[in-house]
């Protein structure tokens, strides 16, 4: 017992009536163990923070309360702190995309509140790792870390009700929600010193390879190639994370709608590379399945590799034979 002292808590400890007892992130005292006594609940079944990953959490808390007061200025005065984005909030950006944990990452991106600011954070470090993974070079990667972090600038111009709003949006609403793209673009492209190319991420994120995107329904060519990766981490950023108007989507969810995205609204190349370093990476780590059961990932599936092989105690299940069972999140 003794040597869960001061351990973090990953999730929710709950009764066997559903009611929470322990807070997710709670740091453990010995009162937490006299209730888990009196509800019989078994600390060696309860899953734990790692230093490293409350660590990464902790910096991604802190630059993203840099990145609201920052944002917040913007929306006072309508200009850019350049200069002070570029010393408090891209060095961090940088330094988290170089985490070797990627799922550890992505757990400590995910937005839970405050969906604005986690969303630029998380947007610039996974888009700084698809530019990694896609062998830019550093001063292109510095570029797109900025632009990436800047996309939704525009947002600033969108009354924040709207953009709070739980429900789905009505079609004026969606339509005034589109215009930050070219809120963006406006505020960007007149503040000295920023490279051209990152108001045209700001115009063009939500562009899409088959015309289908806004505001001004580009193809593949027409649209920066930083644009186009912006788009691809804009929107897995968003299906992980919890927003004003759903909850997080299942990950077998997200890579297979990714994956459909490939033949018409991304680029192939970049959703590929992304994909493919995210899944190679799944070997040796817990998943949690559809049933709610825990595994081990054995080994990948040369014709999908979204379908594994797993091990759960004894017993190997190979995903790609089972149409009941899917992977519903990674266990960090």
């Known amino acids: 017992m003794e ?28 009162v937490h163990f006299e209730v888990l006594k009196n509800h019989t609940i078994d ?8 230093e490293d990953e409350d660590l990464c959490a902790q910096k991604v808390k802190q630059v993203v309360h ?11 005065t309508r200009k850019i702190p350049l200069m002070e ?14 985490n070797t944990n990627v799922f550890q990452l992505f757990q400590a991106v995910k937005a839970t509140d405050e969906y604005t600011y986690q969303h630029n954070i998380g947007v610039g470090i996974i888009s700084t790792l698809i530019g990694k993974w896609l062998n830019l070079s550093e001063p292109e990667i510095s570029t797109l870390s900025l632009a990436a972090t800047l996309h939704d600038v525009g947002k600033v111009k969108v009354p924040i009700e709207i953009l709070n709003k739980p429900g789905k949006l009505t079609n004026d609403e969606f339509a005034i929600v589109k215009k930050h793209t070219i809120y ?12 051209p190319r990152i108001p045209l991420v700001a115009l063009q994120h939500h562009e899409r390879n088959d015309g289908n995107g806004y505001p001004l329904g580009l193809k593949h060519d027409k649209i920066d190639f930083f644009s186009k990766i912006i788009a ?35 680029d192939p190349n970049i959703v590929s ?32 590799i979204e379908t594994p092989l797993i091990k759960i105690d004894d017993e190997f299940i190979d995903l790609s034979r089972r149409n009941d069972l899917r ?3 990674i266990s960090i």
Do not use: C
């Not at 007061?69 to 006072?76: D, G, M, Q, R, Y």
């Not at 370093?277 to 559809?290: A, F, P, Q, S």
């Open 66 to 76: 840099t990145s609201k007061e920052l944002f917040n200025s913007i929306t006072a």
């Open 184 to 195: 963006g673009y406006e505020l960007l492209k007149d503040t000295v010193g920023v490279n």
């Open 273 to 304: 590379v992304f994909l493919d370093n995210i899944l190679k990476r799944l070997v040796g780590e817990n998943i949690v399945l559809t049933d709610g059961r825990v595994a081990e990932v054995v080994s990948l599936n040369p014709h999908n």
């Open 327 to 329: 992977i519903r999140e």
């Open 232 to 266: 691809v981490a804009d929107i897995f950023h968003a299906m992980s994370s919890k927003r004003p108007h759903h909850n997080p989507i299942p990950y077998h969810e997200i890579i297979s709608q990714m994956r459909k995205g490939i033949f018409g609204e991304f």
């Open 43 to 50: 600390l060696d079944l309860l899953s734990f923070i790692s």
């Open 3 to 30: 040597s869960y002292l001061g351990s973090k808590v990953r999730y929710d400890v709950t009764n066997s009536h559903g009611v929470t007892l322990i807070p997710a992130r709670t740091t453990l005292r010995y």
């Open 85 to 98: 984005i570029r010393k408090e909030v891209l060095p961090v950006i940088l330094e988290m995309s170089n």
